[in-house]
């Protein structure tokens, strides 16, 4: 079972340069999740979308766009990284709309901006 | 005041020993709790839902305390393979939806 995937798994960017995170599930949820974790922060949420082409600023959006244009994947934007974007970034997705759902992990993407 | 507090640790325990975690959240809508285990450089996974009867899984004991806003993990007979990062996590309505509001961890480390 694949899960949540990510891809890249890893990536050195210059400052300026851009990228996009692919996140993909195939366990068919409806809400998906975009995270990142620094060292004594926790995880904090950049964008998550409740639905195919449905977005949604999270605690942490600037600087990072996103887009759901199909269900199983959710696409994470650097359109001109900066240091303060080195992070490892997690994707998750969550199968229905209540608040007991489980939250499903990518494996995780290391960003780091030079 | 963070939204969800823990003690960073790390709790250094040897084996055998029973070990607690403690968490305290701050926003009383919060709904439903959870704890999460991150093992180094992976990606986090539920370890166990918290319910205001508390609930036992295994060797897993976790406990609510809406009043207080209080949430705990107790791990009994701890294992070296328990040593990981323990995240505690809360769901607070917004938007039509619920945000999930993750805790910076407590490190724990069995030792042999």
């Known amino acids: 079972n694949a899960g949540v995937t990510q891809t890249p798994k890893f990536r050195v960017l210059k400052t300026g340069q851009s990228m996009t995170l692919l996140c993909a599930q195939d366990?068919?949820?409806?809400?998906m999740y975009w995270y990142r974790q620094d060292p004594g922060m926790g995880l904090r949420l950049i964008h998550y979308s409740v639905g195919e082409g449905t977005t949604a600023k999270g605690e942490v959006p600037d600087g990072y766009n996103v887009s759901r244009l199909k269900k199983q994947n959710f696409l994470l934007g650097l359109e001109s990284a900066a240091p303060s974007q080195t992070s490892v970034y997690f994707c998750?997705?969550?199968?229905?709309?209540?608040?007991?759902?489980?939250?499903?992990f990518g494996e995780g993407s290391r960003l780091t901006v030079l | 005041r963070k939204e969800v507090e823990q003690d960073p640790g790390p709790f250094n325990v040897p084996e055998g020993a029973t070990v607690a975690f403690n968490c305290t959240y701050s926003n009383s809508a919060s709904q439903s709790f959870f704890w999460y285990r991150q093992d180094c450089r992976k990606e986090p996974k539920l370890l166990m839902s918290v319910y205001s009867s508390g609930n036992e899984d295994g060797r897993f004991t976790a406990q609510l305390n809406r009043a207080s806003q209080y949430i705990s993990l107790l791990i009994r007979d701890s294992k070296l393979s328990d040593s990981a990062t323990y995240l505690c996590v809360v769901s607070l309505p917004t938007s039509g939806t619920y945000k999930y509001i993750f805790g910076t961890g407590t490190r724990l480390k069995v030792l042999a």
């Open positions: 366990m068919n949820h409806e809400y």
């Open positions: 998750a997705s969550r199968p229905l709309p209540s608040n007991t759902g489980e939250l499903f």
